[in-house]
Nanobody
Framework: QGKFVESGGGLVQPGGSLRLSCTGY????????LGWYRQRDGKERELVGT???????NYVDSVKDRFTISRDKAKSTMDLQMNSLQPEDTAVYFC?????????????WGQGTQVTVSS
């Protein structure tokens, strides 16, 4: 199916780490820039970071130097390594094509994976 599938979330204490994984439509993973997104309770979904087809990454300031995005075109997977997690990182995390790409579509949003940072 075309929907993305996210996994790897869970409960972690402040300062801890988690690694999330994403898989989905093969053509998107092999050709297009991808992005990780998150949605906190009561707020709109927001972009966390992006990775191009060549592996160039970009992050919002709030996660820069703490989060790292990687991808494997052959396996159609993208990962998000999250370190030094803080309570404000608590959210449902999603993946999709990056903003501005023609394959970024609402129909591709998956269920997301819950990340909870709490002592």
């Amino acid at each position: 199916q075309g929907k993305f599938v996210e996994s790897g979330g869970g409960l972690v204490q402040p300062g801890g780490s988690l690694r999330l994984s994403c898989t989905g439509y093969e053509m998107i993973f092999r050709i297009y820039s991808l992005g990780w997104y998150r949605q906190r309770d009561g707020k709109e979904r927001e972009l966390v970071g992006t990775i191009t087809h060549d592996g160039i990454t970009n992050y919002v300031d709030s996660v820069k130097d703490r989060f790292t995005i990687s991808r494997d075109k052959a396996k159609s997977t993208m990962d998000l390594q999250m370190n030094s997690l803080q309570p404000e990182d608590t959210a449902v995390y999603f993946c999709n094509a990056a903003p501005g790409t023609s394959l970024h579509r609402d129909s591709f949003w998956g269920q997301g994976t819950q990340v909870t940072v709490s002592s």
